[in-house]
């Protein structure tokens, strides 16, 4: 391995986030899902939730999401307790994000996504379960001043996990990683690794 390639792969390291996540529920179209790896990867996120509980995981070109999937962890759930279970153990906030026809939405601009925060989209249908509805710490909505109602999913994920880069880099949490040495030294080792 080249030096420069080496720094690479240290630089990254460095910057992963700890303690920002995605979760998705029952997302199908292929394409969605590798769009959202690929996003989730682009701004340090290394683990991603997935909860597979009416559809199945769908069939990944390893073309397409070939470069994402290697660098992201895919934690598979067939239950929504079962995730957020996990989650609440590691402190995460659970944000989902839908709409609510009482107006009882946050918006996506309001949220502190400096914490630990896990970002919960729904399928591209249907959108987020009841049932992960009601157990969600929080709902909220990006906003939007045009005629349609709503963003592709994996449009959606984009545009929240760049807030989210964005509120943690002006409060320089891509310039310190929350990992210890130790971990980040595991984690430069897998990657160097695969």
Known sequence: MTEKRLLKFKNVVSKRQKYLTVVFENVHDPHNVSAILRTAESVGIDRVYMIYNEEKFPKISRISSASAKKWVELIKFTSVDECFKELKK?????????????????????????????????????????????????????????????????????????????????????????????????????????
Do not use: W
Not at 116 to 131: I, K, T, Y
Not at 144 to 166: D, F, H, P, T
């Open 90 to 194: 590691q402190k995460y906030k659970i944000y989902s994000t839908h709409m609510e026809e009482d107006g009882m939405n946050a918006s996506l601009f309001d949220l502190d996504l400096t914490k630990r925060v896990a970002l919960v989209f729904g399928n591209e249908h249907r959108g987020v379960s009841d049932e992960l509805k009601k157990k969600a710490d929080k709902n909220f909505l990006i906003p939007m001043v045009g005629m349609v109602q709503s963003l592709n999913v994996s449009v959606s994920v984009a545009v929240c996990l760049y807030e989210a880069m964005r509120q943690r880099t002006v409060k320089g949490m891509y310039d310190k990683s929350s990992y210890t040495k130790k971990e980040l030294k595991q984690k430069l080792d897998g990657y160097l690794n695969r």
